[in-house]
């Protein structure tokens, strides 16, 4: 008992996931009536904004001992971009950079040429970006990208010059850094820098450059690629080159004074590596849903999704499409006929006749006889009574066969050639009739019946 209890539960609850399915599914179809995605033709592009985090390497008089752009100092961009054309070939970048910039020369032969800098280094500018959209044309994931611009840069460059004690280093031809200067003849010690960068290059002016200006212009030019996540964001790999107008990032130019300390007549160089994440949250949408006040029903199928009769069974599906209002239905939206009679219950006086008994167009049993006296005076009656009075009585035997000849107008129906017009030849010798595809008269087919019973 148990068992079976456990069993309906389980039924009780498909049935329940099953309609509440079908009534989804039904939300679903209504939905898509009532809402429509058109694309906008004239959306409107509202800037994106960007940032990131990245890497900067010096290029100038003091060399890194690394060249690799990827280990140099943290550095950050902020960034705002907007189309410049309506094609969206070009964009332009307002973009902010902050980061520290340094530089570490190390030599063992010149030991004058053990230099040091560092600076905190802004940057505001703008540049022109181009993404190949001529060449490259559609939506890709992946596009390429090139960059040039001009950009302000602010700095203050400051050395590492002497560690927590106040002891200037002195870099010995042996490698070692100490305390006091090599060939003093006073006793030395080993120190190690602390890459603390406490002294102001300018106001040291070591090399007597004087009081320089600390701000200066640049051309950034970037290359990278552009990696599309969704609509609206995007992640940007690049890398770009900043070619300053002053040599005076790391204090050391060809117009050094001193002799000791030269540098060449180029001006300072340094690149930034980085991944920023650009984010569009104001533009229009390439696409809108359209909530509809009434469906739009052009191509509607209505003979398929209509319901006519009201009970409940679409057109499409509905095999008695005309059924009167408040007749209860199967699932193919038929009324139901209890007893198999071809009476529907609301039309049958007498809904539980006997199997296989005749009966009259209000489904109430009859006798053979009146089915016969319906027959000899051509009264109306349903196919399917004809059916079963004849595979009842007469069926398919053919031991009882007169010899009587079939009558030359009725030779043609004897499709077998079997001198014997059976049941089902006659009955598609009615259908032809009906179908206005036969040669035979009213009269012929009643003296066909005649005839068939005779044989």
């Not at 190690?192 to 030019?221: C, H, K, M, W």
């Not at 070619?243 to 002799?259: E, I, K, P, R, Y």
């Not at 006929?337 to 009259?360: C, F, H, L, M």
Request: with cysteine.
């Amino acid at each position: 008992m148990k068992y079976l209890i456990h069993i309906s539960k389980i039924l009780i609850s498909l049935l329940l996931i099953g309609g509440s399915s079908i009534l989804s599914a039904q939300e679903d179809f209504y939905e898509d009536l009532l809402n429509e995605e058109v694309e906008v033709e004239n959306p409107v592009y509202k800037p994106v904004i960007g940032g990131g985090v990245g890497s900067l390497v010096f290029y100038g008089d003091v060399k890194n001992n690394y060249n690799n752009p990827l280990l140099g100092k943290a550095a950050y961009k902020v960034n705002v971009s907007t189309f410049l054309d309506n094609q969206h070939f070009y964009k332009a970048n307002f973009f902010l950079l902050y980061g520290v910039l340094n530089g570490n020369e190390r030599s063992f032969e010149n030991t004058a040429r053990n230099l040091n800098f560092e600076t905190d280094l802004i940057a505001f500018g703008i540049n022109v970006n181009y993404d190949f959209r001529h060449l490259i044309k559609g939506e890709r994931l992946v596009r390429p990208f090139i960059s040039v611009g001009v950009e302000n840069i602010q700095f203050n460059s400051k050395s590492d010059l002497m560690n927590s004690n106040s002891n200037f280093y002195n870099y010995w031809s042996d490698g070692t850094i100490r305390d006091v200067p090599e060939g003093s003849g006073m006793e030395s010690n080993i120190i190690s820098r602390d890459y603390i960068y406490e002294s102001d290059l300018r106001e040291l002016d070591l090399y007597g450059l004087g009081n320089y200006s600390q701000n200066t212009f640049a051309i950034p030019v970037e290359a990278g690629f552009d990696f599309s996540l969704s609509d609206r964001v995007v992640l940007r790999l690049g890398t770009s080159l900043h070619f300053t107008l002053t040599d005076l990032l790391d204090n050391v130019t060809s117009q050094n004074q001193g002799g000791l300390v030269i540098g060449d007549n180029k001006n300072d160089k340094f690149g930034f590596s980085y991944v920023t994440l650009h984010l569009d949250l104001f533009s229009d949408a390439e696409t809108i849903l359209v909530e509809k006040m009434f469906a739009n029903l052009e191509g509607f199928d209505y003979t398929m999704y209509g319901d006519e009769d009201n009970d409940l069974v679409y057109d499409g599906w509905d095999e008695c499409p005309m059924t009167p209002r408040g007749v209860a239905v199967d699932t193919l939206g038929c009324p139901f006929d209890t007893d198999n009679d071809g009476i529907y219950d609301y039309k049958d006086n007498e809904v539980n006749s006997r199997p296989g008994a005749y009966v009259n167009e209000n489904g109430v049993e009859i006798t053979e006889d009146e089915v016969i006296a319906r027959l000899d005076q051509s009264m109306a009656v349903n196919r399917e009574d004809v059916d079963k009075y004849i595979l009842k009585n007469v069926g398919f035997s053919t031991l009882n066969r007169s010899n009587i000849p079939i009558p030359s107008k009725f030779k043609p129906l004897d499709e077998d050639e079997d001198e014997y017009i059976s049941y089902e030849e006659m009955l598609r010798a009615i259908d032809r009739f009906f179908d206005f595809e036969s040669t035979l008269t009213t009269e012929e087919i009643y003296e066909l019946n005649d005839f068939f019973f005779q044989q």
